[in-house]
């Protein structure tokens, strides 16, 4: 298992290092096109080959990991921003109104996916990397606030907390002081997740067209542009989704990693 | 078990209601008027003004809201402004794509899943658990599109097994199917990875309780035990996870059917958004969300169906 979490983290660090050194350098210019280098197969100018284009193929791969690790972390962001609070809330006021209505909205958004809330959000607003983002954002919220609920309900019948109720703190503070801080490691597993599940939208989002737009660089969209050209050149589809692949199969594996290290109750068959 | 049922139907009432409000508001959000936004710029003040009559725009808001439902309940749909025939007819054509395809799609997922799960819970800990683990992560984080183009890039394009796009229609059942055979493939294996995974831990999960050991005390092996008595109470959490994954099968079609040229919901969707047709994307999607609602709702019956417990709690 041990073997599994340092895989994990280095396909994540690997990922997160291409995309942060894109930012500064990448081995050629993403934007250049060269036509009379057009369907090169990987050689020692470029690494990975070129496309249709003539640009290279490694270099899009980097600026594409930084499309993907971006929407995929606010995507995660807008989850933990709404969904935690909302969870809490519901925990603290459990049984109440405002428990139920958090709840039934959770399963009405769990009643639209990812796809079908970008497909309602582009036909209104048209495509883009930001309506991605609000697209699985929105998905993330009742992810969130249910992991949050559930680990919360747990907390409060425990007797520290029923000490800090004694002591006179409100719900809303015991919430933040005590339930939050003892939440935060599921959180992180449940981040990492959202995170990964974020990255295979984005690049489904992407390929389809309901994403990131040109000249922002794109894994999806880059195996969109291939799947035309997969008989001529195998290499321009295969590396995009190579990254894809190794990218999530990381943050997977470091996921169960560190559900193994900072839970060990969560120690589960899974 | 009336008063259970009872329950579940106001939930799928109220889910429903709560849903068309929510997609009936994004459309009325839209940018200018809907008439306006799907004429495009250069549209004349007459035709547009014509197209708000059609739509009954001029109506009131809640009016407008009630007539939508009222036809979807009768089963008209409005009708397609660039087709020009009844959306109901549209989906209807699509539908005979997009539901066998999701139908042969979980079909696989759960011929592959189950012995994956079951050999890998039978032997939990050993080598061929860990060699099952590892290749439920591997399919987790395929992305169905992309295992998509390196099917059609071996089984349609080298070896010419099957066709690499399109859909001949069902007058050949076999052709059909066959048409259908690797979309379904490349939609199952990432959801059999996870639902082989989910039967696993649910079947080891069991395996610590009382009724497993009486099994083995009375001379069942631990492989018998888990398939007369572990297995059936290992499908509450199999089932939810099915139940999510036929919604999401359904709208994960909607990017396949993109890669195989297949005429479902999916390309029906996309070509509607880029002709600007509101109605049909309306519609449509709340056709999905209705897909999704129904099969949950059917998932809570079949619990108490597995788990007479149930039955007795609202």
Same mark, same amino acid.
């Given at each position: 298992m041990r073997a599994a979490f340092a895989l994990g983290l280095g396909l994540s660090f690997a990922a997160l290092a291409a995309a942060l050194v894109s930012l500064v350098w990448t081995p050629h210019d993403v934007t250049a096109l060269a036509i009379a280098e057009r369907?090169?197969?990987?050689?020692?100018?470029?690494w990975l080959g070129t496309d249709h284009f003539g640009r290279d193929i490694a270099s899009m791969l980097m600026a594409g990991a930084r499309t993907s690790i971006a929407v995929a972390l606010v995507a995660v962001g807008i989850g933990l921003g709404l969904g935690v609070p909302l969870g809490l809330l519901a925990a603290a006021r459990r049984g109440t109104l405002a428990d139920e209505v958090v709840m039934r909205g959770n399963d009405l958004i769990f009643a639209f996916p990812s796809l079908v809330i970008a497909i309602l959000i582009t036909a209104v607003f048209g495509p883009s990397a930001v309506n991605a983002i609000i697209a699985i954002g929105i998905f993330n919220v009742p992810v969130f606030a249910r992991v949050t609920r559930g680990a919360a309900l747990s907390l409060w019948t425990l007797d520290f907390i029923r000490a800090a109720e004694v002591a006179g703190k409100g719900r809303i503070r015991i919430s933040a002081e005590h339930i939050l801080p003892n939440v935060a490691s599921l959180l992180v597993v449940q981040g990492t997740i959202q995170f990964s599940l974020g990255i295979l939208a984005e690049a489904g989002l992407s390929y389809v067209g309901l994403g990131a737009q040109p000249p922002l660089p794109s894994w999806g969209r880059m195996l969109a542009e291939a799947q035309t050209m997969v008989t001529l050149a195998p290499h321009v589809a295969i590396f995009p989704g190579l990254a894809i692949v190794l990218t999530v199969l990381g943050l997977n594996l470091m996921g169960d990693g560190l559900r193994d290290r900072l839970d060990p109750r969560l120690r589960r068959a899974a | 078990m009336q008063r259970y049922i009872l329950g579940r139907l106001v939930s799928l009432g109220l889910s429903l209601l709560a849903a068309s409000l929510v997609i009936f508001a994004v459309i009325e959000v839209?940018?200018?008027?809907p008439a306006s936004y799907m004429l495009? @710029?250069?549209?004349s003040e007459d035709t547009v003004a014509a197209l708000r009559d059609r739509l009954g725009l001029n109506q009131p808001v809640p009016l407008r809201y009630l007539h939508w439902v009222a036809g979807m309940i009768a089963g008209d749909f409005g009708q397609s402004?660039?087709?020009?025939?009844p959306v109901a007819d549209l989906v209807a054509q699509r539908l005979v794509v997009s539901l066998p395809l999701a139908g042969y799609a979980l079909a696989l997922a759960v011929l592959i899943a189950f012995p994956a799960g079951l050999l890998a819970a039978g032997r939990h800990g050993g080598p061929t658990d860990a060699a099952v683990m590892g290749a439920t992560q591997v399919g987790i984080a395929l992305p169905n599109f992309w295992f998509a183009m390196l099917l059609v890039l071996a089984?349609? @394009?080298?070896?010419?097994?099957?066709?690499?796009g399109g859909f001949p229609g069902w007058d050949s059942p076999g052709a059909g199917l066959r048409a259908l055979t690797l979309p379904a493939v490349a939609l199952a294996l990432p959801q059999a990875a996870i639902l082989a995974r989910v039967l696993r831990a649910a079947l080891i999960e069991t395996l610590g309780q009382d009724y497993i050991r009486t099994a083995r005390a009375k001379g069942l092996s631990e492989g018998q035990a888990i398939l007369r008595h572990g297995l059936r109470n290992a499908m509450i959490p199999v089932m939810t996870i099915m139940g999510m994954q036929f919604s999401f099968l359904l709208a994960g079609a909607i990017i396949i059917e993109n890669v195989f040229y297949l005429p479902g919901l999916g390309r029906l969707i996309f070509q509607a958004i880029t002709q600007r047709d509101l109605i049909v994307v309306e519609s449509v999607v709340m056709i999905l969300v209705f897909a999704v609602i129904l099969v949950t709702f059917l998932v809570d019956l079949a619990y108490a169906a597995i788990d007479p417990r149930l039955r007795r709690r609202v």
């Open positions: 369907l090169r197969p990987p050689s020692a100018a470029h | 839209v940018p200018g008027d495009g @710029l250069n549209a402004y660039t087709y020009k025939v089984f349609a @394009l080298h070896w010419r097994i099957f066709p690499a």
